[in-house]
């Protein structure tokens, strides 16, 4: 495996995992918010 395949290949994953996590950390504040009104 290349250096520049395995950037692109680990962009790639960076980018499908960050996004999941986000929404989930939204979800968590969204709630917590919820809670304290």
Do not use: A
């Amino acid at each position: 495996m290349t250096t520049k395949s395995y950037v692109k290949h680990r962009k790639i994953v960076d980018g499908m995992l960050s996004l999941p996590i986000i929404e989930v950390y939204w979800i968590i504040q969204l709630k917590l918010t919820m809670r304290k009104l």
